[in-house]
């Protein structure tokens, strides 16, 4: 067998496991794998070797390494501005690295119980113009970078990798499954103009926004999908296993509610009081972040988000108008792939040691995808 005929890919989310292997020489030859949800995170020790050893029956290849998509309550978000003044001759890439790994530095002191994930140059400023993407040839007296860096805790970074370590296998990248979603999603969709992603999920919401090409924040706020359920549970005095079984088929012909003789004006206004607290808790991230003026496009995604769809957007009083937009297995793997080898001219990639056999600065970054 080639074992390298076939790119996997992880994503570890609190509810469920998605995995996927996609021939690299055929991308219609493509296998996908999901969990049921998940009661707790013991089950993750369980539930991976199986998913593993299933990928590789269907595609008859061993499985040695992996990208790995996570998210966390605990991620962060760090935006860093750095300058330098320069002599007017012509601007290198050596210079931008110079700044990039000075920013770096700083995160790497100060957030000590962080992994860096992503490094994201939001703008160059270049005697006192602005440019998205850094020029090819220009002469430069002062330059400013707008750096965001996307983090992860280095706990949840080390159990996954000790988890898969012990099925022998390697990661090579770690993303941010919101950004990478997010960022999928809105090529596919060729989103203009202001537009914030909300992908709700177990315990955390996040929120991803851009202005056209470019990405303006990533926030994370302590409160999901399970917030709903414990809601549910509490004011009705059920389980929180009845509670979750009742969320899920909220919209579908509410079968459990008849079993449960729950009224369905009650669980409308439970979910819908937590779903309108987290989209105005979400809001005012986005106003504290970017100072938005006006009405601009909100889309809600997520597992947390699935309970709820565009016939309900009548029913949620919310200032802002929002989409439901509905994921499926394919779209998240899909979105790990496209992540990892379409062109992003915007980031960072830092290199895995293992691959390091340049010279000083390309030790550390392949300067942009």
Same mark, same amino acid.
């Given at each position: 067998?080639?074992?390298?005929?076939?790119?996997?890919?992880?994503?570890?989310?609190?509810?469920?496991? #998605?995995?996927?292997?996609?021939?690299?020489?055929?991308?219609?030859?493509?296998? =996908?794998?999901?969990?049921?949800?998940?009661?707790?995170?013991?089950?993750?020790?369980?539930?991976?070797?199986?998913?593993?050893?299933?990928?590789?029956?269907?595609?008859?290849?061993?499985?040695?390494?992996?990208?790995?998509?996570?998210?966390? /309550? +605990?991620?962060?978000?760090?935006?860093?501005?750095?300058?330098?003044?320069?002599?007017?001759?012509?601007?290198?890439?050596?210079?931008?690295?110079?700044?990039?790994? $000075?920013?770096?530095?700083?995160?790497?002191?100060? =957030?000590?119980?962080?992994?860096?994930?992503?490094?994201?140059?939001?703008? =160059?400023?270049?005697?006192?113009?602005?440019?998205?993407?850094?020029?090819?040839?220009?002469?430069?007296?002062?330059?400013?970078?707008?750096?965001?860096?996307?983090?992860?805790?280095?706990?949840?970074?080390?159990?996954?990798?000790?988890?898969?370590? #012990?099925?022998?296998?390697?990661?090579?990248?770690?993303?941010?499954?919101?950004?990478?979603?997010?960022?999928?999603?809105?090529?596919?969709?060729?989103?203009?103009?202001?537009?914030? !992603?909300? $992908?709700?999920?177990?315990?955390?919401?996040?929120?991803?926004?851009?202005?056209?090409?470019?990405?303006?924040?990533?926030?994370?706020? /302590?409160?999901?999908?399970?917030?709903?359920?414990?809601?549910?549970?509490?004011?009705?005095?059920?389980?929180? %296993?009845?509670?979750? +079984?009742?969320?899920?088929?909220? $919209?579908?012909?509410?079968?459990?509610?008849?079993?449960?003789?729950?009224?369905?004006?009650?669980?409308?206004?439970?979910?819908?009081? #937590?779903?309108?607290?987290?989209?105005?808790?979400?809001?005012?991230?986005?106003?504290?972040?970017?100072?938005?003026?006006?009405?601009?496009?909100?889309?809600?995604?997520?597992?947390?988000?699935?309970?709820?769809?565009?016939?309900?957007?009548?029913?949620?009083? !919310?200032?802002?108008?929002?989409?439901?937009?509905? %994921?499926?297995?394919?779209?998240?793997?899909?979105?790990?792939?496209? !992540?990892?080898?379409? /062109?992003?001219?915007?980031?960072?990639?830092?290199?895995?040691?293992?691959?390091?056999?340049?010279?000083?600065?390309?030790?550390?970054?392949? !300067?942009?995808?």
């Amino acid at each position: 067998m080639n074992n390298k005929n076939f790119q996997t890919l992880f994503d570890c989310g609190s509810s469920k496991i #998605r995995a996927s292997t996609l021939n690299t020489n055929n991308n219609n030859e493509v296998f =996908y794998v999901e969990s049921e949800f998940l009661n707790n995170q013991s089950n993750l020790e369980l539930k991976i070797p199986k998913i593993i050893a299933s990928l590789e029956k269907e595609s008859n290849e061993y499985i040695d390494s992996i990208d790995l998509m996570l998210d966390s /309550p +605990k991620m962060i978000s760090i935006a860093i501005s750095i300058s330098k003044k320069f002599d007017g001759s012509e601007l290198k890439k050596t210079n931008v690295q110079f700044l990039i790994q $000075d920013a770096k530095q700083q995160v790497l002191k100060n =957030y000590t119980n962080h992994n860096i994930a992503h490094i994201i140059i939001n703008n =160059y400023k270049i005697d006192d113009v602005d440019y998205l993407y850094l020029p090819d040839t220009i002469n430069c007296h002062f330059l400013s970078l707008d750096i965001i860096f996307i983090c992860l805790p280095t706990d949840l970074v080390l159990n996954f990798k000790n988890i898969f370590l #012990r099925s022998n296998i390697a990661i090579n990248k770690i993303i941010c499954s919101s950004y990478a979603k997010s960022s999928h999603y809105k090529n596919n969709l060729n989103l203009v103009g202001h537009t914030s !992603f909300i $992908d709700v999920g177990l315990n955390k919401t996040s929120i991803i926004s851009y202005f056209d090409n470019k990405i303006l924040s990533l926030d994370i706020l /302590p409160i999901g999908g399970h917030h709903i359920t414990k809601d549910i549970s509490k004011i009705l005095e059920i389980s929180l %296993e009845k509670s979750e +079984k009742i969320k899920i088929n909220f $919209d579908q012909e509410h079968k459990s509610i008849k079993a449960e003789d729950i009224q369905e004006e009650t669980l409308e206004k439970i979910i819908f009081a #937590r779903t309108e607290e987290i989209l105005e808790l979400c809001l005012k991230s986005l106003e504290a972040n970017l100072f938005v003026l006006g009405q601009f496009k909100m889309i809600l995604m997520g597992e947390g988000a699935k309970i709820l769809d565009n016939q309900h957007k009548d029913k949620i009083s !919310f200032s802002n108008d929002i989409d439901f937009l509905e %994921e499926t297995l394919e779209d998240i793997c899909q979105s790990g792939f496209k !992540f990892g080898t379409e /062109p992003n001219k915007q980031e960072v990639v830092v290199l895995p040691k293992k691959q390091i056999k340049q010279g000083f600065f390309e030790k550390l970054f392949h !300067f942009f995808k």
